[in-house]
């Protein structure tokens, strides 16, 4: 009986922590302004763009967060990309 309830206390565990980060538009822990719309920091956005050398923006590109800011994504630098504007429209239709 303890080796049964040790395997399902073992699996139980593992699935609670493969559970995945709550991707819906109102997740919790997430700033957002007024209007409910995902807060940037416009200084990391901006540190981004000048340890890249791009300092006032890439002509062509957007910054683009690699991890998603609703699925759990830090908003810093190191988690931002440069993004093609058709690869970001692309990535918006199914995020």
């Not at 819906?24 to 719309?37: C, I, W």
């Not at 994504?73 to 239709?93: L, V, Y």
């Amino acid at each position: 009986m303890m080796k049964s309830f040790s395997a399902w206390l073992l699996a139980a565990l593992l699935l609670a922590s493969a559970s995945p980060v709550d991707a819906s538009p109102r997740a919790v822990g997430v700033p957002r302004a007024v209007d409910g719309r995902i807060r940037r920091s416009a200084a990391a956005k901006r540190q981004f763009m000048r340890q890249t050398g791009y300092p006032h923006g890439r002509p062509g590109y957007v910054v683009d967060h690699i991890i998603p800011l609703k699925r759990g994504g830090k908003d810093i630098p190191a988690n931002m990309q440069w993004q093609t504007k058709a690869e970001a429209k692309a990535k918006d239709r199914w995020e």
